[in-house]
């Protein structure tokens, strides 16, 4: 296993080219599978988790071409089974994303259940009782979803909690289904306005998405005809290195990316002392050298504070001046980041979903690991400002969401290298 060793202290400045969105690309992956001609993406972010679909995807006889771009052409022609196994589901959750697509359009599919996660249990059974409203015949069997339909009918759904993958999974199987679906309390995420531009693309008809409901009226097949879709810029990884900007004191310029899907962040971020000027397409955030100011904040579904930017701002808030306050209310357990925060020295006090940060002037370097991707991302920006060496283990976890993290952050002026295990 890799691992990252930092050298803190250095502020970050310049320029850097932000990547397509990890996950709008996993449902748009899933999403191909229901195009009866081939389809080609672009901006696909080159990332463990994208590999991991193309190989499930591979692995179901679909036929995969790679550019040197990294614009993927997906041909399903090929498909012989429709089977997700446990090997890859459990390497990444997301891969239920092929259970819709694949049980609308062929009418079976056989996907693992995920299992536990680090962040908390994560179930899926919003996603099965949508689809069973649909229509589906399904039956969990030794750790196996079972599903089978004819051909699934249109109906209304209501959410009892927001769930992005949940809503994704429902929208692509109502896109194939007979009738018309309304997803009430649907996920708002631009993850999932990105996969219904591309499903309209190819002919579906949805309207709604971006709102709390979504309708799709159902068609009878869809169609890329060579067409080609560019995912949207990654959100997440953008606020990522707008937080490792603002924690170091430095000024950034942020290219390719979307401001208008990070107006909690960047409200946040101001709130932090930041300055901060966008185009359509660029963030430029400068410090000035000054210390960022501790800010409080609640994650909640989008428009609100996206939970895959708590961990980075519990980091920020490490090194802030004052108090923070940063409570959890997506996922019961994603603190994992702050004992190991805790060893470099940080001053946090957990309660039950709320953590309590009290900024120190700085942090001191330790051997620190993580459970999960956006925690992973957190110890490497604590590493940033911490005195001395931080090595930062089972970067695996980084890799599944972050494009060359040590690159980008080389570029940006920080002292950071990988090292093989
Ligand atoms: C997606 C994102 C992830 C992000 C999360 C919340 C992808 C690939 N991943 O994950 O990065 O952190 O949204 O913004 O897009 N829940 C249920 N039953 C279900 C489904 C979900 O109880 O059937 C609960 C979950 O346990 C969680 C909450 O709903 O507490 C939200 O989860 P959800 O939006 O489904 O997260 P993911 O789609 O897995």
Request: aromatic fraction near 4%; hydrophobic fraction near 45%; include cysteine.
């Amino acid at each position: 296993m890799d691992k990252l060793i930092i050298t803190g202290g250095n502020p970050l400045h310049g320029e850097l080219r932000i990547s397509g969105a990890k996950n709008a690309a996993l449902p748009i992956l899933a999403a191909a599978l229901l195009s009866e001609t081939p389809i080609v993406i672009g901006n696909v972010p080159h990332l463990q988790d994208i590999t991991t679909t193309m190989e499930l995807l591979g692995r179901m006889g679909v036929h995969l071409v790679v550019d040197e771009k990294l614009n993927i052409e997906i041909d399903t022609g090929t498909i012989t089974n429709f089977f997700a196994p446990y090997e890859l589901v459990r390497t990444m959750r997301a891969s239920i994303l092929v259970l819709g697509p694949l049980l609308s359009r062929f009418g079976k599919a056989e996907v693992s259940l995920p299992g536990g996660c680090a962040i908390g249990s994560r179930p899926v059974n919003l996603h099965l009782q949508g689809l069973a409203a649909m229509g589906a015949d399904i039956h969990v069997r030794n750790g196996y979803i079972h599903a089978e339909a004819k051909r699934l009918r249109g109906c209304r759904i209501v959410l009892d909690m927001v769930t992005v993958t949940g809503t994704e999974n429902l929208v692509m199987a109502a896109a194939l289904a007979d009738g018309t679906t309304l997803i009430e309390n649907a996920a708002r995420e631009p993850e999932v306005v990105d996969l219904a531009n591309f499903l309209n693309a190819m002919g579906a008809k949805i309207h709604g998405a971006g709102t709390d409901i979504i309708e799709i009226e159902g068609v009878t097949a869809l169609s890329g005809q060579g067409a080609h879709y560019s995912i949207l810029p990654d959100r997440i990884e953008t606020g990522t290195y707008l937080v490792a900007a603002a924690m170091t004191g430095g000024k950034v310029r942020l290219k390719n990316t979307r401001p208008d899907l990070l107006d909690a962040v960047l409200f946040k971020l101001k709130e932090a002392g930041a300055d901060i000027t966008t185009t359509d397409s660029t963030i430029e955030l400068d410090m000035h050298g000054r210390r960022p100011l501790s800010v409080s904040l609640r994650t909640a579904p989008y428009p609100a504070f996206p939970t895959d930017m708590q961990a980075q701002f519990t980091a920020m808030n490490s090194v802030a001046d004052g108090v923070g306050v940063i409570t959890e209310t997506v996922f019961e357990n994603r603190f994992m980041h702050v004992q190991e925060m805790q060893r470099m020295g940080a001053d946090i006090a957990l309660e039950s979903n709320t953590a309590i940060i009290r900024g120190r002037q700085g942090l001191t370097a330790a051997p620190v690991m993580a459970t999960d991707l956006r925690a992973s991302a957190s110890l490497v920006l604590a590493g940033l400002v911490a005195e001395g060496q931080t090595v930062v283990d089972r970067i695996y976890h980084i890799d599944r969401g972050y494009e060359c993290i040590e690159e980008k952050l080389s570029q940006l002026g920080a002292e950071i290298r990988r090292v093989p295990h």
